[in-house]
């Protein structure tokens, strides 16, 4: 089974948005059964929280099913060793998450645009508001880290 991270800045937003987007694709192609799917924090300053409203508007009114117990937690060292893949949602994520696991000796931390072929951030709703836009982004991305058959 493989084990997928996403992480964002305070797992309130993006990170969980990216979470239900791949379950929902992994489920739409019946293959469940062989990935854990999971969201996480670099900061401390949601945990708890549930999914921001709108970013459980904006899932809701593309039928992507979340989890409403869904609560922000913060990534830990022991991810490291428990994930497979971790994937963050910017470059100031990255940096954060450099103090909590400072070697990627593995190769398991990469950037989400990167799945789509783009080399920029997914721009962060709770400062630019537009949801649509960053789950554009998100599903664009899912789809190619599906399709990169990275861990076929």
Avoid at 16 to 32: S, T
Avoid at 49 to 76: E, M, T, V
Avoid at 128 to 136: P, Q, S, W, Y
């Amino acid at each position: 089974m493989t084990r997928i991270l996403f992480v964002c800045h305070g797992n309130i937003c993006r990170s969980p948005m990216a979470e239900f987007i791949l379950k929902d694709l992994v489920k739409a192609r019946g293959l469940e059964n062989r990935y854990h799917i999971e969201s996480a924090a670099v900061s401390t300053e949601e945990i708890g929280n549930p999914i921001y409203p709108p970013a459980r508007r904006c899932l809701s009114q593309h039928g992507i099913w979340f989890d409403a117990k869904k609560r922000a937690r913060r990534i830990s060292r022991a991810d490291y060793d428990r994930f497979d893949l971790i994937i963050c949602m910017d470059a100031s994520n990255l940096r954060w998450m450099r103090q909590i696991i400072p070697d990627d000796t593995d190769g398991k931390i990469h950037l989400m645009m990167s799945y789509a072929g783009i080399s920029r951030d997914v721009a962060d709703p709770w400062y630019t508001g537009d949801f649509e836009v960053t789950f554009r982004d998100l599903l664009k991305a899912c789809e190619g880290l599906l399709e990169s058959n990275l861990f076929e």
